[in-house]
Every structure is written in structure tokens, then in C-alpha cells.
């Protein structure tokens, strides 16, 4: 039996280069503009969504929790 070697390289999540990780604050993207490109392209989806999904179980409609 061989060792399985998994190379699970990490790629730049936004254009898919391999990040160096050698101080590189961006990591694991490859550089600061990779990040902020991923980070706004996460809050504008966040604003696109009008609520986070709420489980039915927690709303209490009456206000008869007591
Ligand atoms: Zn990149």
C-alpha cells in the first residue's frame, strides 16, 4: 500500500492563480486587489439578499414567548 499523497494545491480564489504564501497578507489569495475583489463581490451579494433565512420555529408572531 502507497501513501496516498494528496496535493490539494490552493488556488487564488479569484483568478484561480496559486498564491505564494511567503508573506503574502492576501493569503490565500494572490495579492491584496484578489481580496478586495472577492470581498466585494461578497457584500454585494449579501446586499442582494433582502434577509437572511430565519427558521419558521424561531419567529414568534404573537409575542407569546413568556
Ligand atoms: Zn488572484
Request: proline share 11%.
Amino acid at each position: 500500500m502507497g501513501r496516498a499523497v494528496i496535493t490539494k494545491t490552493t488556488t487564488c480564489p479569484t483568478c484561480r492563480a496559486v498564491p505564494t504564501k511567503d508573506g503574502n497578507k492576501a493569503y490565500p489569495f494572490c495579492c491584496e486587489r484578489c481580496q478586495l475583489i472577492d470581498l466585494g463581490r461578497w457584500l454585494d451579494e449579501r446586499y442582494r439578499i433582502p434577509g437572511e433565512p430565519v427558521d419558521p420555529s424561531e419567529i414568534d408572531p404573537e409575542g407569546t414567548n413568556d
